[in-house]
């Protein structure tokens, strides 16, 4: 697939997607325009469904305002006020552990960069990725397996991972779609192109898509 094919593709994908609902890391920036929350979701939407996280973080932040707010927590009652996300105890445990690192290594402010970030407990480059773009408004290109797969199934990046495809993205795609690049392939992974049996009979680009790597669709 060339560029001329990738912009009709975000195009179609831009209005496709808008009666989706919105990612719940989106979300949470459109609500409270805070960094520190929208690391505190992202963090906790790994490997968790939207509708879990955003139920966390609603009974997460009626608690936690601020960073410091961790440290009048303990690990068992923070367990407890983030489960059931996905790893909520490994979670907990980086939760508990950010308050510190951030003040020791970030003079108590929230890194802007993706290398800064990554040096956060629990933060990995698509972590990292997300907060940039949501939360700073800069050049993050977050990619998650659904990103990966539906790349991949376009035939825009033959990559066998997330972090190769970010590589390969990072060299091929035009930046004017990084940031807006997770919402939508996410919403559209979620409800029409599924990482198994994919509603191909609906799907709105379908005339692009050589459908590489599908087995079985819809």
Same mark, same amino acid.
């Given at each position: 697939?060339?560029?001329k +094919?990738?912009d009709?593709? @975000?195009?179609?994908?831009?209005?496709?997607?808008?009666?989706y609902?919105?990612?719940?890391?989106?979300? %949470?920036?459109?609500?409270t325009?805070?960094?520190?929350?929208?690391?505190?979701? /992202? %963090?906790?939407?790994?490997?968790?469904?939207?509708?879990?996280?955003?139920?966390?973080?609603?009974?997460?932040?009626?608690?936690?305002? +601020?960073?410091?707010?961790?440290?009048?927590?303990?690990n068992?009652? =923070?367990?407890?006020? %983030? @489960?059931?996300?996905?790893? $909520?105890?490994?979670?907990?445990?980086? =939760?508990k552990?950010l308050?510190?690192v951030?003040?020791?290594?970030f003079n108590?402010? %929230?890194?802007k960069?993706?290398?800064?970030?990554?040096?956060?407990? &629990?933060?990995?480059?698509?972590?990292?990725?997300?907060?940039?773009?949501?939360?700073?408004?800069?050049?993050?290109?977050?990619?998650?397996?659904h990103?990966?797969?539906?790349?991949?199934?376009?035939? $825009?990046?033959?990559?066998?991972?997330p972090?190769? /495809?970010?590589?390969? =993205?990072?060299?091929?795609?035009?930046?004017? @779609?990084?940031?807006?690049?997770?919402?939508?392939?996410?919403?559209?992974?979620?409800?029409?192109?599924?990482?198994?049996?994919?509603?191909?009979?609906?799907?709105p680009?379908?005339? @692009?898509?050589?459908?590489? &790597?599908?087995?079985?669709?819809?």
């Amino acid at each position: 697939m060339n560029n001329k +094919n990738i912009d009709t593709v @975000y195009k179609i994908l831009t209005k496709h997607v808008e009666d989706y609902n919105v990612p719940v890391v989106d979300l %949470i920036e459109i609500q409270t325009e805070d960094p520190f929350k929208v690391l505190i979701a /992202t %963090i906790l939407s790994a490997r968790t469904k939207d509708e879990v996280t955003a139920q966390v973080c609603k009974r997460l932040f009626a608690v936690v305002k +601020n960073l410091n707010d961790f440290n009048k927590l303990s690990n068992k009652e =923070l367990e407890d006020l %983030i @489960y059931p996300v996905g790893f $909520y105890k490994t979670k907990a445990k980086h =939760l508990k552990e950010l308050p510190k690192v951030i003040k020791d290594e970030f003079n108590e402010i %929230i890194p802007k960069t993706i290398d800064e970030l990554i040096k956060l407990p &629990g933060v990995g480059r698509k972590t990292a990725n997300l907060v940039v773009s949501v939360a700073f408004k800069k050049q993050g290109l977050c990619v998650d397996t659904h990103v990966h797969k539906i790349m991949n199934r376009l035939g $825009y990046v033959k990559t066998k991972t997330p972090f190769e /495809t970010e590589m390969e =993205l990072r060299n091929k795609l035009p930046k004017k @779609y990084w940031m807006q690049t997770n919402r939508l392939f996410v919403a559209f992974g979620q409800n029409l192109c599924r990482p198994v049996s994919p509603f191909c009979s609906k799907c709105p680009i379908r005339k @692009y898509c050589p459908r590489i &790597g599908v087995v079985k669709s819809r």
